[in-house]
């Protein structure tokens, strides 16, 4: 039994999980979508994903018609991940260690994947004021890759306001501007992937459509499966699931 799984969610709201498959591979996702009627399959317009190029290639294969949305989660999730790697690594280059407690940038690694939009302006100042004052071969790149994180945060955000093009154009160009000038190899590996998605990317910003749903529908299921210590019949484990994450479905299964 695969333990991996992947789940397909309605993320429109009204028929929650539509289907779960055991292994998170392009084929069992092709497989999954292709016993579906054309005219549902037809029927998709958007697909949110996170930036996995499996999934990428079996939508593409299956619903050439859907447009791929990348979900912003998993991009902040990723400049946070970028900022955390800087941070470590300058620390052990000049420390010869890992960072710990007495450690000023260990201190402030909750503060600095914060969003700056949500901190007061002088803890932001406070901020840079720190970073200004470790040594300079520990501040310098970890206060590059914070404002590469937060540009690309004030990028994603614009989501909310419909960005026209202009707008969107800047913003962009500041964010690959600040990774091409810090010179590090994690800040140019954020840029590539943010330059390989870009056309998802700019779907999101224009429709603001997310897999929020999905993770919801995940945390659920893995809910359900530490509650039942895990599953040996995968059978069952589908039933219990669509049981727990689809409303009309409640004892309405179909049980072939």
């Not at 997310?210 to 659920?220: D, F, K, L, P």
Request: with cysteine.
């Amino acid at each position: 039994m695969d333990r991996w799984h992947v789940g397909f969610v309605d993320l429109s709201g009204r028929q929650g999980l539509l289907g779960q498959v055991e292994g998170c591979t392009a084929q069992a996702v092709i497989d999954w979508l292709a016993e579906r009627d054309l005219a549902s399959r037809d029927a998709v317009r958007f697909v949110a994903i996170d930036m996995c190029t499996i999934f990428k290639s079996a939508i593409r294969r299956v619903l050439p018609q859907a447009t791929l949305v990348v979900d912003h989660f998993h991009l902040v999730q990723l400049a946070n991940q970028t900022l955390t790697e800087v941070r470590r690594r300058v620390t052990v280059t000049h420390r010869g260690r890992r960072g710990r407690k007495g450690n000023r940038e260990w201190e402030l690694r909750n503060r600095l994947t914060r969003s700056a939009a949500r901190m007061c302006g002088e803890y932001v100042d406070a901020l840079l004021d720190e970073l200004a004052g470790l040594p300079t071969a520990i501040g310098t790149p970890i206060t590059a890759a914070w404002h590469a994180k937060e540009d690309l945060l004030d990028l994603l955000a614009t989501a909310c306001t419909r960005p026209d093009r202009e707008q969107v154009r800047d913003l962009l160009y500041r964010f690959y501007r600040h990774c091409a000038d810090a010179g590090l190899p994690e800040l140019e590996r954020l840029a590539t992937t943010v330059q390989t998605w870009w056309p998802e990317i700019l779907t999101f910003l224009h429709t603001k459509i997310t897999n929020a749903g999905s993770e919801g529908t995940n945390r659920v299921i893995k809910t359900l499966a530490r509650d039942a210590y895990g599953f040996r019949n995968p059978v069952n484990q589908r039933l219990r699931t669509r049981t727990a994450t689809t409303r009309k479905a409640r004892g309405h299964l179909d049980h072939r």
